[in-house]
């Protein structure tokens, strides 16, 4: 790999694209990560027929009312393999990857986010996190269901 892609990757790091998360990582992390990537690549060169999943930054459909747009976009983004980027808010945490493993410990006392954290989260925000200015989100359980389905790590 040249040094064209070292330079691509460095500034996809700092510069993430629409919708995806800004870790902010320092420069000796950056140097980490961009080594990891080259090691891991010479390790699995990958047929034509193996290539990656392509995720698509833009929303699938502006039309879309889905869940996540409707109760949480105003104040969060998510990106999506099925739907692409949801929701246009800054204001809260993007939540890309929420119920994975690579989501930051966030819930409680730096607990990971699994389906019934998201449920207990949303009922009732301040209960978990007494200080946090984020309201509760009222779901029917079609709702609920919907939302758990889109920040699954299956839509990833």
């Given at each position: ?41 010479r390790k699995n060169i990958r047929s034509e027929a193996e290539r990656p999943l392509a995720v698509h ?100």
């Amino acid at each position: 790999m040249g040094s064209k892609a070292v330079d691509e990757i460095v500034a996809a790091v700092k510069t993430p694209a629409s919708g995806m998360p800004d870790f902010r990582l320092t420069e000796d992390q950056i140097v980490e990560l961009v080594n990891a990537l080259f090691a891991g690549s010479r390790k699995n060169i990958r047929s034509e027929a193996e290539r990656p999943l392509a995720v698509h930054f833009e929303a699938a459909n502006k039309e879309l009312k889905d869940v996540f747009s409707l109760k949480c976009g105003s104040c969060h983004r998510m990106l999506t393999n099925l739907q692409g980027l949801l929701g246009t808010g800054e204001i809260g945490p993007n939540l890309s990857g929420l119920l994975s493993e690579f989501y930051p410990a966030t819930f409680g006392n730096n607990k990971r986010w699994t389906q019934d954290e998201l449920r207990r989260w949303l009922k009732n925000p301040r209960q978990v996190r007494p200080l946090t200015v984020m309201r509760p989100v009222i779901l029917d359980e079609k709702q609920m269901s919907e939302l758990e389905r889109i920040v699954s790590v299956e839509d990833l």
